[in-house]
């Protein structure tokens, strides 16, 4: 049902797709576990939406507040394991979620075939009938990153600093988008902490 959704929108706040080939392979491994062991049902979260209606206009977007990583994630594995029809990503991303694109559908191209191999409609057929999400739709959007704030700041999925970054680019509403994306990798490059500069192959302390 998500699938069909045809006015689902990544507002301007959000930041680019960003998921690492851990965070992508940790969903496709969770997946795989619950369909091996027989559940019939498997919670991948929660997505909150916002009832975009716009002035002056009979128009609706459905805006993504919280959800967005991991839905591009499977509109790419649904692209590589064949949807069925009827079905087609309604979603469009701005140039700086392209590189992240492109080496997760590559990764998830090899995953598949190291992992699952002739047994595709099998997998996606399982994600399509076992698993699902709890779609909140709400209609202010004060609510809506209440919602957001509370929902991962109970989970694991988000550090403080996701948070608090998130709060302040909300509160660029007079600034450009490129201005946005800057501030957000400014941020993130931030969080990264090398301690053995010298040391090529020593990896980086993520605070």
């Given at each position: 049902?998500?699938?069909?959704?045809?006015?689902?929108?990544?507002?301007?706040?959000?930041?680019?797709?960003?998921?690492?080939?851990?965070?992508?392979?940790?969903?496709?491994?969770?997946?795989?576990?619950?369909?091996?062991?027989?559940?019939?049902?498997?919670?991948?979260?929660?997505?909150?939406?916002?009832?975009?209606?716009?002035?002056?206009?009979?128009?609706?977007?459905?805006?993504?507040?919280?959800?967005?990583?991991?839905?591009?994630?499977?509109?790419?594995?649904?692209?590589?394991?064949?949807?069925?029809?009827?079905?087609?990503?309604?979603?469009?991303?701005?140039?700086?979620?392209?590189?992240?694109?492109?080496?997760?559908?590559?990764?998830?191209?090899?995953?598949?075939?190291?992992?699952?191999?002739?047994?595709?409609?099998?997998?996606?057929?399982?994600?399509?009938?076992?698993?699902?999400?709890?779609?909140?739709?709400?209609?202010?959007?004060?609510?809506?990153?209440?919602?957001?704030?509370?929902?991962?700041?109970?989970?694991?999925?988000?550090?403080?600093?996701?948070?608090?970054?998130?709060?302040?680019?909300?509160?660029?509403?007079?600034?450009?988008?490129?201005?946005k994306i800057r501030c957000d990798k400014?941020?993130?490059?931030?969080?990264?902490?090398?301690?053995?500069?010298?040391?090529?192959?020593?990896?980086?302390?993520?605070?």
């Amino acid at each position: 049902n998500l699938l069909r959704v045809k006015n689902l929108y990544i507002p301007p706040y959000q930041r680019p797709y960003r998921w690492t080939e851990n965070n992508v392979r940790q969903l496709l491994e969770d997946v795989q576990q619950s369909m091996n062991a027989g559940k019939k049902n498997y919670r991948i979260g929660s997505v909150i939406l916002y009832n975009n209606k716009k002035e002056n206009t009979l128009d609706n977007t459905l805006d993504i507040v919280d959800g967005q990583q991991r839905l591009t994630t499977l509109f790419l594995l649904w692209k590589l394991c064949g949807v069925l029809e009827g079905y087609s990503c309604p979603l469009s991303f701005g140039s700086e979620s392209y590189e992240s694109l492109k080496n997760n559908y590559a990764f998830i191209k090899e995953w598949l075939e190291e992992n699952i191999g002739n047994d595709k409609k099998r997998y996606i057929t399982y994600i399509f009938d076992a698993c699902d999400f709890v779609k909140i739709v709400v209609d202010d959007l004060t609510e809506a990153f209440q919602m957001f704030d509370s929902q991962n700041g109970r989970g694991k999925d988000l550090e403080a600093y996701n948070l608090l970054k998130a709060y302040h680019i909300r509160a660029m509403e007079m600034e450009s988008r490129e201005e946005k994306i800057r501030c957000d990798k400014r941020w993130e490059e931030a969080t990264q902490y090398d301690p053995t500069s010298k040391i090529k192959v020593d990896p980086n302390i993520d605070i």
